[in-house]
């Protein structure tokens, strides 16, 4: 590449839900948008919480149809938009915008982040990225497991633009009007799309081990998925209907987490668990298991075993005694997580 020229980059993502996943591809394209050298567009859904997050940041957007995982039309519109932008490099963020990308990348450098700790297949689109950037050591080592050159593959962490999580937080949310929740009680706050690898069973069999030591004790569950009617039975079972509170999809996360006493990860299964990373911003107490990447943020002292439920009720039971809030460690901030990336770009030209 010419060094007068600016290094051109390619964002992609389906855009087809607004997770963790996504706030970290509006955060990284905002952070390199402010680097001089970086000339960038992001492909995404038209329309999408991704799309409309990253256009109101300044970030150029080429929205696309994009419906289904492999849709023909964001195939097609990308396609058309490397031919148009010619990219240097082509950055993609889901197993889905890869295998379009893969398609249609016309030889060009394909970086792809990789944000489960699940195992890859042996001849997927996994297999095609010139580097894999892993948000945690614990995915990179599934990675490498899988057959993964160790040198292809780079660990940036997630990182979170503390100053705007507290901004968010700082304006109150009335969850205890919204769940019944009385003005003394303690609150337990988990914060994760309700499904199997967060592992909200544990969660709920935790809170009833609790109601032994804490009866006054409340659990706020904030998300939506797949196993919310199993769970809603699963609480009713265990005679939890009055204690944990399934409340739903939560705009404002920040302002959940910033009302909790306790803030509770309880997954079997976690990239690195950056929702943890905005309970520190916050200076809430923290109680999580031991999965995948989230160790490389927390402490021992505040882990427990996967699938433990009454170790983890007894930690959180410990942690309210106790509340010893974890300082927020310094290197995971959008900046960083996006000097990170920037630095894998450069290795490539």
């Not at 705007?164 to 009007?177: M, Y």
């Not at 009617?229 to 910033?258: F, M, N, P, T, Y």
Request: aromatic share 4%; charged share 20%.
């Amino acid at each position: 590449m010419p060094e007068w020229r600016r290094l051109r980059v390619l964002q992609v993502d389906s855009g087809r839900e607004w997770r963790g996943g996504q706030n970290q591809v509006r955060l990284l394209c905002r952070e390199l948008g402010r680097e001089a050298e970086i000339e960038q567009a992001l492909v995404t859904k038209q329309g999408s919480e991704l799309a409309q997050r990253a256009a109101a940041g300044g970030v150029r957007v080429l929205g696309t149809a994009w419906e289904i995982g492999l849709d023909p039309r964001a195939w097609w519109h990308l396609r058309r938009t490397i031919a148009a932008f010619q990219p240097d490099v082509i950055h993609v963020h889901d197993s889905h915008a890869l295998t379009l990308v893969a398609a249609v990348a016309m030889g060009r450098e394909i970086v792809a982040t990789r944000r489960v700790e699940f195992h890859i297949g042996r001849f997927g689109s996994w297999r095609r990225p010139d580097r894999i950037i892993a948000i945690s050591a614990a995915v990179k080592n599934v990675l490498i497991a899988d057959g993964i050159a160790s040198g292809a593959v780079v660990v940036v962490h997630d990182g979170i633009d503390v100053d705007e999580v507290r901004r968010a937080g700082a304006v109150p949310l009335d969850v205890r009007r919204q769940a019944g929740i009385p003005a003394s009680a303690a609150i337990a706050v988990a914060a994760a799309a309700l499904t199997g690898e967060k592992d909200h069973r544990t969660l709920i069999r935790a809170a009833r081990y609790a109601r032994a030591q804490r009866q006054e004790l409340h659990w706020v569950i904030a998300g939506a998925g797949k196993l919310r009617e199993s769970l809603a039975a699963e609480i009713q079972r265990l005679g939890l209907g009055d204690r944990v509170h399934l409340i739903g999809h939560v705009d404002r996360v920040d302002a959940l987490i910033a009302a909790a006493s306790v803030f509770v990860l309880s997954s079997k299964s976690e990239g690195l668990g950056s929702v943890v990373l905005n309970a520190l911003a916050l200076g809430r107490p923290v109680v999580a298991t031991a999965a995948g990447g989230v160790p490389e943020i927390l402490p021992p002292e505040v882990l427990v075993p996967v699938e433990a439920a009454e170790a983890l009720a007894q930690k959180v039971v410990d942690v309210l005694d106790h509340p010893a809030p974890v300082p927020f460690p310094p290197g995971f901030t959008a900046t960083a997580m996006a000097q990170g990336v920037l630095d894998v770009y450069r290795t490539l030209l």
